[in-house]
């Protein structure tokens, strides 16, 4: 996985306590699945400054899987 670049996005009061959204672009190689952790900085006190339940995570984990088309992922019987 190759970041490409980024982007921040002023987007004052979109969520009470934030001022920004940052965009990452990533190019992916290969067959596989990719993890990208997406955590907020500055991490808030609670979860509720950025629109989270009560003792939520702030921190995420992104699973991509790449190079597998959708047909292939089949849905359990």
């Given at each position: 996985m190759e970041q490409l670049g980024r982007q921040t996005l002023r987007s004052p009061?979109?969520?009470?306590?934030?001022s920004r959204v940052d965009v990452?672009?990533?190019q992916v190689h290969g067959v596989g699945?990719?993890?990208i952790?997406?955590?907020?900085?500055?991490?808030?006190?609670?979860?509720?400054?950025?629109?989270l339940p009560p003792r939520s995570p702030v921190d995420y984990v992104l699973t991509l899987l790449?190079?597998?088309?959708?047909?292939?992922?089949?849905?359990?019987?």
């Open positions: 009061n979109r969520i009470s306590g934030t990452f672009e990533y699945v990719a993890a952790c997406l955590r907020p900085d500055p991490a808030p006190r609670d979860p509720r400054e950025i629109g790449v190079g597998v088309p959708q047909a292939e992922l089949g849905l359990a019987p």
